[in-house]
């Protein structure tokens, strides 16, 4: 492999995206974080991925969210982004957060999913292998398992912790009670919660509720994934559903019964809203899901370097009056 010629801006955190506390650690995390779950599997663009991974990082996106079945094939995504690091990055680990998880399906047999200590330290010690890492800054636990105890689950997390193999732990997509008992579980076990990962955006607000409370009031951050609802909180399906798009496919998360005439009436609406704030729907859906102070990043998936910096350009214009806010309300109901 040829020597690597990259070279980080000098400027990418005095012209950052900017960065909060990961709730009331000292952690502190980019506004906006770059999600390498679609996009950087075998199948996908080698050298686009490459760019993007480059241009975030020149513009202080220091956080890369991982698991260890992103990409296609399972795993890939994580094998790709290894071979980046060790071959452009070498140099700047220290100035990055990278983050795995385990829950989903990932291998064949009753230990490649769920939540036992078993799967989940298996997990880490291959994710740890396909990226060449020593340790992950947080690992996550992807999702509950009610066929296994919370306790086993959640003293693996803090085994990992202990082990030296990941610095900070987090949970992901945990029913709400559940999660108040995972808080106070790690807590006892001497490695509280770093962070909570959950689907946020204009039209799933459901977390407000119960969610971001119970995260505020544990001291625990909150990063959110599918800002833009799977594609919905942009212009992609303004006129119809587009061949090529993720609702076009039966396979897809998003589906063609999703787009119904009222959604897209309001999408539209919700377009016009954008237009007069001189953003893309897209932006504006991005910088909403951060007018919350208690929501610290957005995870945000991109295809092309084009996209990432549009979604970069978001946080041009990130306030928004409350007749903004109200009338953006109205519209995710």
């Known amino acids: 492999m040829a020597k690597s010629t990259y070279s980080p801006a000098v400027n990418r955190y005095s012209d950052s995206v900017g960065y909060q506390n990961c709730g009331k650690s000292g952690l502190k995390l ?17 050298d686009e991925a490459l760019k993007m991974i480059q241009l975030a990082f020149d513009h202080g996106i220091t956080h890369f969210d991982l698991a260890n079945n992103y990409g296609t094939p399972f795993g ?11 071959a452009h990055f070498a140099g700047y680990r220290d100035e990055m957060i990278i983050s795995s998880k385990a829950g989903h399906i990932m291998w064949d047999g009753p230990y490649g999913d769920g939540g036992s200590r078993k799967y989940l ?3 880490l010690e291959q994710s740890l292998k396909r990226m ?7 690992f996550y636990s992807h999702r509950y398992d009610p066929n296994t105890p919370l306790e086993e689950t959640m003293r693996a997390l803090s085994d990992m912790v202990k082990q030296g193999k990941a610095l900070y732990i987090g949970i992901s997509k945990y029913p709400t009670e559940v999660a108040r008992e ?17 689907r946020y955006n204009i039209f799933t607000r459901d977390i407000e509720k119960n969610v971001l409370p119970s995260a505020e009031e544990n001291g625990v951050g909150f990063i959110a994934f599918s800002p833009l609802a799977q594609g919905m909180l942009s212009d992609k399906y303004l006129n119809g559903i587009p061949e090529n ?18 959604k897209i009436e ?7 809203i954008a237009k007069v704030r001189k953003q893309t729907l897209a932006q504006m859906a991005l910088a909403w899901c951060l007018h919350k102070p208690e929501v610290n990043s957005v995870i945000i998936g991109t295809s092309s370097v084009k996209q990432l910096q549009d979604n970069i350009n978001a946080l041009k214009n990130s306030t928004f009056t409350n007749d903004e806010l109200w009338r953006i309300g109205e519209l995710g109901q």
């Not at 974080?33 to 199948?43: C, E, K």
């Open 132 to 138: 060449q890492l020593d340790y992950v800054d947080i």
């Open 266 to 272: 309001k999408i539209s609406q919700l377009n016009e």
């Open 182 to 198: 995972a808080y106070r579980i790690l807590r006892e076990n001497g490695t509280p919660c770093l962070i909570n990962q959950d």
């Open 76 to 86: 890939s995504a994580e094998a790709n982004f290894g071979k980046i690091l060790k």
């Open 30 to 46: 980019p506004r906006i974080s770059l999600g390498l779950w679609h996009n950087f599997g075998d199948v996908d663009n080698a």
């Open 245 to 262: 798009s993720r609702a076009a496919h039966s396979y897809g998360f998003l589906q063609k019964s999703q787009l119904t005439p009222d």
């Open 121 to 123: 330290m298996a997990s």
